[in-house]
C-alpha cells in the first residue's frame, strides 16, 4: 500500500470514527460575520476594541496548520481573502468539542468564534469560544514544504495549486482586476459592451482553423467562433458606434507557451475614428491598467524593464525589416532576391507565398522576437489583411497595425473596410488562397457583405489578447499560468 493510499485509509476511519460519535461533517449553518482581511483592518484602526473582553467575531476557512498541546492547540486557518491564528483550549470550547478536533486533519474547513487577543511574540490571534467542523477533507493536502512544482499536476489540479501556491492566487486575483480595469475604461470611454455569438455558421474575423459542431434541431454545421470582428461591425452597421465584447474566441490549432485553443480577447470598434486613434486609445489604456497595478507605468517581465509610459514608437513593417530585422533596404520589393535570402537564412517560405505574405513571414522570424517595448508596427500588405482598410498612401498596404511586447504580439488592429465591393474582393483573394492550399483563408461571407451594402461608417476596430497581457503583468513564461484550466491531453 502506497503512502497516499495509507493517509486514505487513515483518514476515512476518523471519518467513521466522527459520524457514529454523532459529528455532522458537512453542515450549513455557520455564517461567518466577517473574513479574515476585515479582521486584519480593524486590527490596524480600531486595536482599542479587541481583547478577550472586547469585540467578538465568526470567521470560517480552511486549517492549513495545527499545533496541538494537550489541552491547548494553536491552528492556522485561510479564508478566500487572507490567513489568521486561532487559539484553542479545552476548558473553553468544551470536552465534545475537543475531543472532536482531535480528530481533524488539516485541509477541514472549520468555523471559529470569539474575540481577539496578543500573544506573546504580539501576533492577533483568534480566541475559540465555539468550534464546528463545515467540510471534513477526505484527501490529504499536498506537504506544504514542497507543495506542488509539477506544473502538469499544477494545471490539471488547479485547485490544489491555489491552495497550496500564493504565487498561483496572486495571478488569478491579478487576472481579474486587469478585466475589471479594462471594462471600466471603455464604459469610461462610452463603449457598450455586447455579446455575440460562440456558434457562427461561418468561421470568420481571422486566420484560422475552427472548431466545427452540429446543430441537431437545425440540421446545420455549426463553427466555434475564431473571432467576433464580424458580428461587431454588423451592430456599428446597426447604429451602436462605440461597442467592445470581452469574451472566448476558439482555434484549431497548436498548444504551446504562447498558444491555447480556448482563449479571451476584447474586440472593440468605434465609427468616426482611424487605426491611429486607436494606437493613441491602447496606450491610453494599457498606461492606466498598468499604474492602477503597480503604481507605476513599468514593470519587470521575465527580467526586462518594460515601460508602459506613453509615446510608444510606430514603426512601418519594411522598414522594420531594413533597421530591426537586417535586410538590405534594396532587395526589400524583390520577391526573388527575398526567397533568396530565406532560404540561406533557414526561413521556411515556400514559393507560391506572395510578396506581402512573405514580407511579413521574414518579420515574424527576424523582428518580431526583438521587439520588447511597446511597439506599433504598422503598413501590413493587403494580402495578409483581408478585413483592413487600404491605405491613401499605398494600395498594396493597409491601415494595419499590430502592438508587439516582450517579442510577442499583444493587439492587432485597423481601419476597417466599408467599402462593399473592396470587401468582396478581398474575401474573393482569400478564397483562392483556400483553392491554393491555404486551410486557414477566409470563406467567403455574402451575407456581411450585404450588411456593409446597407451602410458603414467610418470605422476602426481592434483585438487584444487578454491571457498574453496578463502574462506580462503577472511576469509569468506560459500561458497555462494564467488560464485556470489550460487546455491538455488526457492521463494515459
Not at 479587541?50 to 496548520?65: D, K, P, V
Not at 452597421?237 to 465584447?245: A, L, Q
Request: with cysteine; proline share 5%; aromatic share 10%.
Amino acid at each position: 500500500m502506497d503512502k497516499i493510499s495509507k493517509l486514505l485509509q487513515v483518514r476515512k476511519e476518523k471519518i467513521n470514527e466522527l459520524r457514529e460519535s454523532g459529528v455532522s461533517l458537512y453542515p450549513n449553518d455557520f455564517k461567518p460575520s466577517s473574513c479574515v482581511s476585515e479582521v486584519k483592518k480593524v486590527v490596524g484602526k480600531e486595536p482599542d476594541t479587541l481583547g478577550e473582553a472586547g469585540r467578538q467575531f465568526s470567521l470560517a476557512g480552511r486549517m492549513m496548520a495545527v499545533n496541538k498541546m494537550g489541552k491547548s492547540s494553536f491552528i492556522r486557518f485561510k479564508d478566500g481573502s487572507d490567513q489568521m491564528q486561532a487559539y484553542i483550549q479545552k476548558d473553553k470550547v468544551g470536552d465534545e468539542t475537543y475531543a472532536m478536533f482531535k480528530k481533524l486533519d488539516i485541509g477541514d474547513f472549520i468555523g471559529v468564534s470569539g474575540p481577539l487577543f496578543q500573544t506573546r511574540t504580539g501576533e492577533w490571534t483568534l480566541l475559540a469560544l465555539e468550534f464546528r467542523l463545515l467540510s471534513k477533507a477526505v484527501r490529504p493536502l499536498p506537504e506544504k514544504f514542497h507543495g506542488i512544482k509539477d506544473p502538469e499536476k499544477r494545471y490539471r489540479q488547479r485547485y490544489l495549486d491555489l491552495i497550496m501556491n500564493e504565487t498561483s492566487r496572486d495571478i488569478f486575483l491579478k487576472r481579474s482586476q486587469i478585466v475589471a480595469a479594462m471594462r471600466r475604461f471603455f464604459e469610461d470611454k462610452k463603449f457598450m459592451e455586447v455579446e455575440t455569438p460562440m456558434m457562427q455558421p461561418l468561421p470568420g474575423g481571422a486566420e484560422a482553423t475552427p472548431f466545427k459542431t452540429w446543430h441537431n434541431a437545425l440540421g446545420m454545421e455549426l463553427f466555434l467562433r475564431i473571432a467576433p470582428e464580424l458580428y461587431l461591425k454588423r451592430l456599428v452597421v446597426g447604429g451602436f458606434e462605440k461597442v467592445f465584447e470581452i469574451n472566448r474566441n476558439f482555434r484549431n490549432e497548436g498548444v504551446s507557451t504562447r498558444h491555447n485553443p480556448e482563449f479571451t480577447m476584447v474586440e472593440f470598434y468605434q465609427a468616426y475614428a482611424t487605426h491611429e486613434d486607436l494606437m493613441d486609445l491602447t496606450e491610453e489604456m494599457f498606461e492606466s491598467i498598468v499604474k492602477q497595478l503597480n503604481k507605476t507605468p513599468q514593470i519587470e517581465y521575465q527580467g526586462e524593464t518594460i515601460d508602459f509610459s506613453k509615446g510608444w514608437k510606430r514603426i512601418p513593417m519594411i522598414e522594420s525589416l531594413s533597421t530591426i530585422g537586417g535586410i538590405d533596404s534594396s532587395i526589400l520589393n524583390d520577391t526573388q532576391a527575398l526567397l533568396k535570402f530565406a532560404e540561406e537564412n533557414k526561413i521556411s517560405i515556400t514559393k507560391k507565398d506572395r510578396h506581402g505574405k512573405i514580407i511579413t513571414k521574414l518579420f515574424d522570424t527576424l523582428v518580431e522576437p526583438k521587439l520588447i517595448q511597446p511597439t506599433f508596427i504598422t503598413g501590413y500588405p493587403v494580402e495578409v489583411s483581408p478585413l483592413s482598410r487600404k491605405s491613401d498612401a499605398d494600395p498594396e498596404l493597409t491601415d494595419r497595425f499590430e502592438l508587439f511586447i516582450a517579442g510577442r504580439e499583444i493587439a492587432n488592429g485597423f481601419s476597417e473596410i466599408n467599402d462593399p465591393q473592396d470587401q468582396y474582393e478581398r474575401f474573393m483573394m482569400q478564397v483562392r488562397q483556400r483553392d491554393e492550399g491555404n486551410p486557414e483563408a477566409h470563406i467567403m461571407d455574402s451575407e456581411y457583405v450585404e450588411a456593409l451594402e446597407y451602410g458603414m461608417p467610418p470605422t476602426a476596430g481592434e483585438g487584444i489578447g487578454i491571457d498574453r497581457l496578463v502574462m506580462l503583468l503577472t511576469d509569468a513564461a506560459s500561458i497555462r499560468e494564467v488560464i485556470l484550466f489550460p487546455h491538455m491531453k488526457h492521463n494515459a
